[in-house]
C-alpha cells in the first residue's frame, strides 16, 4: 500500500516539472486546442491497440505503443496545417479530436470483454508503474535540458514568431519540437491523470502562475509548483475520501485557479 | 541639430556623388505571386546607405508582401533581393524589424528589458556578450524607454509598446530599420518621441517606414517608395522611387512636429547612380 502511495507521489514531482514547463508554453502559446485535440485523439490510439492485442490479431501492439503512435500522428498533423495552412487550423484541430476519440470509442466498442474508456480517459496515479516513473524521468531531463539550452529562442518564438523568425531563429522547428514533446508528454501522463486531465493539467498551474510571475521561466517554476500543490493535495483527498484521484486534483487545480482569477479581478477594479 | 548640418551639404552633392553611395537594399527584377494571384512583375529598384525610405501605397498595394521579401519571411519567385551587397553579413545581423501589429498575450509575463533583450537572440547560443549588453541599453535610452525598463510589457499603453518594440529592434544595432506602420493607433505623446528616435537615427543607419498614408510623409524622408504605382517600363504592380520636396535641407529639423512632404519627381532606377 505506502509503495502504490509512493510511487504516486513521486509521480506528482516528475509530472508537475513537465505540467509546469510545457503548460506555461502552451498558454503563453494559446495552443491549448491543440494540446486538447492531440490528448484526446490518443485515445484511438489505445482503442486500436486494446482491439488489436485483445483479440490476438497484433498482440505485441499495446497500448502505450498505440497511444504513441496516434499521437504522434495527430501532433505530425497540426503541425503541418498550422504552418501550411493556417486558415483551416480550427478545423482540422476539431476534426482530430472527435475522429480520434471515435476510433477509440468503435474499437473498444468491438473489443471482446469490452474494455472501459473511461479508464483512459481520466487515469488512475495509484496503477502507475515503476517502468512509467522511468520514463517520466527522463522525459523531465530531455525537457529541462531543451528549456535551458534553448531558453531565447523558445522564449522569442513564443513571444513575436515573424520577429524571431527574421533574427535567424528557426520558429517552425521550435514549434515542431514542442508538439512532440507535448504529444509524448500526453501518452506518458495518460495513465497518471488520464487523457481528459491532462489539458486541464496543462493550463491549470500555468494559468494560476501567470498571475504572479514576471518572466516565463518564473512562470515555469511557478507552474510546476502549483502542479505539485494540485496533485499532493488531490492524492490526499482521493486517498481519504475515497475518490477517484485525477478528477479530484482537477476539481481542486480548477477552485485554485477561479479563485486567483476572482482576486486578480477585485485588486485590479480596486486600482482603477 | 548638429546631425542636420552635417546632412544636409550630403544632400546638396548628390547630383555628384551618386556614383559612390553604398547599396542599401535592391530588387532585382522580383516577381512574386500568392498562388495565381500576382503581386510584384518584373519590379527593380534599390536603396542608398543611410537613407530615410518611406514606403507608401495603398491598401492591397503589396507593401507587407515587399516588406515580407526584404526580411526574408517569403522568397521571389524570379529575381533576387539583395541586402548590402558590399558586406558578407547575414541577414539578420542587418536588419531591425518594428513590427505593426503582434498577435500579444496580455497576460505574458515579460518584463521590458527583456523585450528588448530579445533583440540579440540568434539562431543558436544563449550568451549574451558586453557589447551586446551594452547596445540593449543603448536602445533603451535611445528610444525613451530606459524608465520602463523593469515594468511589465502588459502594463504599457500601445504608443510606449511599439516604442519598446523600437527599442528591441535596435538592440542588434541593426545597418537597417524597418518600422511596419509605426503611427498606427499610436498618442501623439509617443509619436513625438518615436520621430525624435528616428531623426536620432538618420544618417546613420538606412530608415525604411512602411504607411499606407501618401500624403504623410515625414520631413525627415528623403525617397518615397510608391507600392502599386504603374511605372512606364515596368507597368503592372511595380514600385516607383520619388524624391521628396521640400528638400531635407530646407526644412527646420529641430522642430519636432510633422511636416508635409510632396513627392513628384519619379527616380528611374537604371538612371539615379549614374545619371551623367
Known amino acids: 500500500m505506502t509503495d502504490i502511495l509512493l510511487n504516486a507521489v513521486i509521480a506528482s514531482i516528475l509530472s508537475a516539472i513537465l505540467f509546469g514547463i510545457l503548460g506555461s508554453l502552451v498558454s503563453v502559446r494559446r495552443i491549448a486546442s491543440l494540446a486538447g485535440a492531440i490528448s484526446h485523439a490518443v485515445l484511438g490510439g489505445i482503442g486500436m491497440a486494446v482491439f488489436f492485442s485483445v483479440s490476438g490479431r497484433i498482440p505485441f501492439f499495446t497500448p502505450l505503443a498505440g497511444a504513441f503512435l496516434f499521437a504522434i500522428l495527430s501532433a505530425l498533423i497540426i503541425f503541418f496545417v498550422s504552418t501550411k495552412s493556417k486558415q483551416r487550423e480550427d478545423t482540422v484541430i476539431n476534426a482530430v479530436w472527435a475522429i480520434g476519440m471515435s476510433i477509440g470509442v468503435l474499437f473498444m466498442a468491438k473489443t471482446p470483454g469490452y474494455t472501459d474508456p473511461s479508464s483512459y480517459l481520466f487515469g488512475n496515479i495509484l496503477l502507475i508503474t515503476k517502468m512509467d516513473l522511468l520514463l517520466l524521468a527522463i522525459l523531465d531531463l530531455i525537457v529541462l535540458f531543451f528549456a535551458w539550452l534553448f531558453y531565447p529562442q523558445i522564449l522569442s518564438s513564443s513571444f513575436d514568431e515573424n520577429f524571431a523568425r527574421v533574427r535567424g531563429v528557426k520558429t517552425e522547428l521550435v514549434f515542431f519540437v514542442l508538439l512532440i514533446i507535448i504529444a509524448i508528454s500526453v501518452v506518458l501522463l495518460q495513465t497518471f491523470v488520464g487523457l481528459v486531465m491532462v489539458i486541464a493539467m496543462l493550463t491549470l498551474p500555468s494559468g494560476t502562475a501567470s498571475y504572479m510571475a514576471k518572466s516565463l521561466s518564473s512562470m515555469m517554476v511557478f507552474a510546476s509548483v502549483f502542479s505539485l500543490l494540485f496533485s499532493l493535495s488531490g492524492l490526499a483527498l482521493s486517498w481519504t475520501l475515497d475518490l477517484p484521484s485525477g478528477a479530484v486534483t482537477v476539481v481542486f487545480a480548477g477552485f485554485v485557479f477561479l479563485l486567483f482569477t476572482l482576486f486578480h479581478f477585485i485588486s485590479k477594479k480596486r486600482r482603477t | ?276
Open chain 2, 1 to 276: 541639430m548638429k546631425k542636420a548640418s552635417r546632412q544636409s551639404p550630403f544632400l546638396e552633392k548628390q547630383d555628384i556623388d551618386e556614383g559612390q553611395k553604398t547599396i542599401a537594399f535592391r530588387f532585382n527584377d522580383v516577381s512574386f505571386a500568392y498562388g495565381s494571384v500576382s503581386v510584384f512583375e518584373n519590379i527593380s529598384f534599390h536603396v542608398h546607405e543611410n537613407e530615410f525610405v518611406a514606403l507608401v501605397g495603398a491598401n492591397g498595394a503589396g507593401k507587407t508582401t515587399l516588406l515580407k521579401l526584404l526580411l526574408g519571411l517569403e522568397k521571389p519567385q524570379k529575381g533576387s533581393v539583395e541586402l548590402f551587397p558590399s558586406t558578407s553579413k547575414k541577414r539578420e545581423e542587418l536588419i531591425g524589424y518594428v513590427p505593426q501589429y503582434m498577435d500579444f498575450d496580455s497576460s505574458f509575463p515579460i518584463s521590458v528589458y527583456d523585450v528588448v533583450k530579445m533583440g540579440t537572440v540568434k539562431g543558436l547560443g544563449k550568451k549574451i556578450s558586453k557589447e551586446e549588453k551594452a547596445a540593449i541599453d543603448e536602445a533603451l535610452v535611445l528610444s525613451e524607454v530606459s524608465n520602463l525598463a523593469h515594468r511589465p510589457y502588459a502594463a504599457l499603453s500601445g504608443g510606449q509598446r511599439r516604442r519598446v518594440l523600437v527599442a528591441r529592434a535596435l538592440a542588434s544595432q541593426p545597418k537597417l530599420i524597418v518600422l511596419d506602420e509605426p503611427t498606427v493607433n499610436m498618442d501623439s505623446e509617443s509619436e513625438k518621441r518615436l520621430f525624435e528616435t528616428l531623426r536620432k537615427l538618420k544618417g546613420q543607419s538606412t530608415i525604411l517606414v512602411v504607411t499606407h498614408d501618401s500624403q504623410f510623409v515625414s520631413s525627415l524622408t528623403d525617397v518615397v517608395l510608391c507600392a502599386g504605382e504603374k511605372d512606364e517600363v515596368g507597368g503592372f504592380r511595380s514600385v516607383v522611387k520619388h524624391t521628396t520636396s521640400p528638400k531635407l535641407s530646407e526644412v527646420d529639423l529641430s522642430a519636432t512636429g510633422l511636416v508635409r512632404v510632396n513627392h513628384n519627381e519619379i527616380i528611374d532606377d537604371r538612371g539615379c547612380c549614374d545619371h551623367d
